[in-house]
């Protein structure tokens, strides 16, 4: 399945050393707008690029339902891929417009969106099109504003479930399903159990769980681990030993990959294949690229 001409990747490798170059300097390796750093949600560049690499093929679509300020989309442009982005907040929708700009300005090969539109859009007739086209849909936990006496741990699982019911009916054969979490805590300071309420909502969804993998983003530097935490997570540590409930910067993303359950076509190799002109034409379509090769308006 992996893609060996963009990133060699050891068969059963479940650590990634995505972490090796700190944040700021992975968003100027990809070119990203200097704004993108304010997107403190963001899927880390490199997590992006592994995970494109690992779990698609070039020409493929992928698709980032929550794509914030629009890294995911850029990885996918820069290795070769289709992309489409979809968020519900004007801020990101154009930052991660302005990123896609950049990286075809930069001379990115493939076409790429991004849409003003919440997750849900997924299962609207503007999403019709990608029926069976999609060959990676990567999300990630998202801060979710709470219901009242709802812990935002909770709200934030229920929104990628929400995500996660649309996606099987946009994978190709094959296809896969990434969902990125970073550790969090309930209100009262415990740490939270994300991957089990997510698989449960991926099995929901009739999508099976294939791999479960940790993400570094911490630097591996001799025998010392150097997190490159931000300034407000150092700062919420800080509050946290103060008030006597010690908290560890987090080093690492959790990946969990899912796949559709029978997939007997999957067995065919991960090579590029062209796609057929009406196919290509079909595609550009999906993702809101007119004949002339230029971004239409969302």
Not at 66 to 95: F, I, N, P
Not at 141 to 156: A, F, H, M, N
Not at 211 to 229: Q, S, Y
């Amino acid at each position: 399945m992996n893609d060996r001409s963009s990133s060699p990747i050891p068969p059963g490798l479940s650590v990634w050393p995505t972490g090796q170059r700190g944040p700021l300097a992975q968003l100027r390796d990809t070119g990203c707008e200097p704004n993108t750093e304010t997107d403190s949600e963001r899927i880390p560049p490199a997590i992006a690029a592994h995970v494109i690499a690992a779990f698609s093929r070039r020409g493929d679509l992928v698709v980032d339902p929550d794509c914030g300020a629009g890294t995911v989309v850029v990885a996918a442009l820069r290795a070769g891929r289709h992309a489409l982005g979809l968020t519900s907040r004007s801020r990101w929708w154009k930052l991660a417009r302005a990123n896609v700009t950049a990286a075809k300005a930069a001379g990115a090969p493939c076409e790429g969106s991004v849409v003003d539109a919440r997750p849900t859009m997924l299962g609207t007739v503007r999403a019709a099109g990608l029926i069976g086209q999609a060959g990676l849909v990567v999300t990630t936990l998202r801060t979710s504003t709470p219901g009242p006496d709802r812990d935002p741990v909770e709200s934030s699982v229920a929104d990628v479930a929400q995500t996660l019911h649309y996606c099987e009916s946009l994978l190709r054969p094959g296809g896969r399903v990434v969902v990125l979490a970073r550790p969090r805590r309930h209100p009262n300071g415990a740490l939270a159990d994300l991957t089990t309420p997510i698989v449960a909502a991926a099995t929901a969804a009739r999508l099976e769980p294939i791999e479960r993998c940790i993400a570094l983003t911490a630097e591996l530097r001799g025998n010392r681990l150097l997190t490159h935490a931000s300034l407000g997570q150092r700062r919420a540590a800080a509050r946290a030993d103060v008030a006597g409930a010690p908290a560890a910067l987090h080093a690492h993303i959790e990946a969990l990959v899912f796949g559709i359950p029978d997939e007997s076509a999957s067995a065919a190799p991960a090579v590029a294949v062209a796609a057929r002109p009406q196919e290509h034409r079909v595609l550009r379509s999906a993702i809101g690229v007119g004949d002339s090769g230029r971004l239409r308006a969302a």
